[in-house]
C-alpha cells in the first residue's frame, strides 16, 4: 500500500512508545496493527486508514492512505484536548493520581465514530483484546465496503447489519453476541437517528438510551460514551478498573461497580476517563506492551 508523504502532527509533542501503543492497542480502538519491520502503526475507522510513525522527541509522523487530513489525524488521536483535560484533574491534591500522571500523562483518549464504537464494544462482552479485533477484522472482511487505494474495508454500518442475518454473523465468531448485534440493527432501523440524538443529551440520560440497546449493559454503556461520544466524564468500570480502584482507593473495598463509578465521577470530575485510561494502562504493571499479537493479518498486507 503507497500513500501520501509523511507529516508532522501538529501541536506539542506528547507520545512515548508506551503511551503511543496504549492510545492505539490498549483497548479504546480494535482496528490498529503494528508494523514492525518499518517500526510504525497502521489504522482504520470510518473509510480512513493511516500509518503512524513515532519520531524524535516525541513527535509523531502522519502518512495518509486514504486522503485523510493531518488535521483529522489530530482531531481523531485527541490530542488536541489532552492538557486541557489534565489541567482539570486533582492531580495535586491526589497523591495516587499524580504518580499515574507522571507515567501516562502522554495517553490520549481517541475520538472513534460512535456507530463503529457500540458495534466494537457489543462484541467485547466477556472477551478479551485481541479476540474483540478478531470478530471485527471477519466482519469487516465479510460485510465492509473497500476503502479506496488500500487493502481495507470498512466496518459495516448499521443499515447494513440489518439486513444480515444472525447466523451469518455468527460465522464471524461473534457467538451470543451475534443476537444483540442482530437485535440492535433491528432496533434503530426502526428509531432512525437514534445515535445522533444521543449527543446532546445529559449524561445520565444519554446513559439510559444506549442502555435501551440490546447488549449493552452499564459498563459498555460507559465505554461507548467516553471512546464514541467523547463524554470525558464517563467512567467504565470493568474487573480491572474495579480491582485497581480498590488497590489505590482502599476504602473503596466491596462497593458495587456503579458505586465506584459514581466515586470517580466525583472525586475526578469532567476528566474522569482520562483517569480511568490511566489506571487502566496500569494493568500491566509498567511492563511494556507487547507488539507482536497486534501485528496486521496477512489478508491486510
Known sequence: MSGTSWEILPGPPSFDPSTLAETLIGGQAFRWYHEPDKDSWIGVWGSNVIRLKLEAQGQVAVQSLSKTSVEEVRQYLGTDRLESLIATLPCNADPVLENLRRRWSGL???RQPPGETLLAFICSSNKQILQIRSMLHQLSVRFGEPIKGTAFKSLPTWERLARIEEEALRSCALGYRARHVAGTAAFLKEHRGY???IHPLPLEEARSALLKLPGVGPKVADCILLFGYGRMEAFPVDTWIARLMV???????????EQVATFARLHFGQAAGLAQQWLF?????????????????????
Open 108 to 110: 490520549s483518549i481517541l
Open 195 to 197: 445515535l445522533g440524538s
Open 247 to 257: 488497590e489505590h482507593y482502599p476504602e473503596l473495598a466491596g462497593w458495587k461497580r
Open 281 to 301: 494502562a496500569e494493568r500491566n504493571k509498567g511492563l511494556p506492551i507487547r507488539y507482536s499479537p497486534y501485528q496486521m493479518p496477512r489478508d491486510a498486507d
